[in-house]
């Protein structure tokens, strides 16, 4: 009886802390909207999120664009080379430098951004965090299979490789 009681008080202790941070997770949006408000309009704080998904997805972009960029065969310099020659390997090694130096580029852009813009980034996290997530249609589903199964057979290529040698 008393072992009962003590597992009923337990849950519903557990039911009350859930309900608690939840009232002071919507009391930290609602400081963080008025803190917000001192600082920004709502037109300025609607651009720079604008700007700040624009700034997100160039460096997205800038990564894919990297890892398209080097040897899809994992040559060594060498082998390069030797396949290619040593200008088409020079080349190569260029254009990933170049593309390196712009996804860099990004990086900083994003980094300066966060920096100076920290309390909006916050207020961004908070909504993120207190809004239900979107419904995944069925190509989004299908983009995320895609890469799974991409991932896995690279992984796979790996270890038969290392596992040759």
Not at 117 to 129: C, I, N, S, T, V
Request: aromatic share 6%; net charge positive; glycine share 4%.
């Amino acid at each position: 009886m008393a072992n009962q009681r003590g597992q009923n008080q337990g849950a519903q202790m557990q039911r009350m802390q859930g309900t608690l941070e939840k009232i002071q997770l919507s009391l930290n949006v609602t400081a963080l909207i008025q803190l917000a408000d001192e600082f920004y309009t709502k037109q300025q704080r609607s651009e720079l999120y604008a700007q700040f998904r624009a700034l997100e997805d160039e460096e997205r972009r800038t990564l894919v664009a990297l890892n398209e960029s080097g040897p899809k065969d994992r040559l060594r310099w060498e082998e390069q080379v030797s396949k290619s020659g040593e200008l088409g390997a020079t080349e190569q090694l260029r254009e990933r430098e170049a593309i390196r130096q712009v996804r860099a580029a990004a990086t900083d852009q994003l980094k300066i951004f966060r920096d100076e813009h920290r309390l909006l980034l916050q207020l961004l996290e908070a909504k993120k965090m207190l809004s239900p997530p979107a419904p995944r249609t069925n190509s989004e589903q299908q983009k995320i299979w895609d890469k799974l199964k991409i991932r896995l057979k690279f992984f796979l290529a790996s270890k038969n490789k290392i596992q040759a040698n």
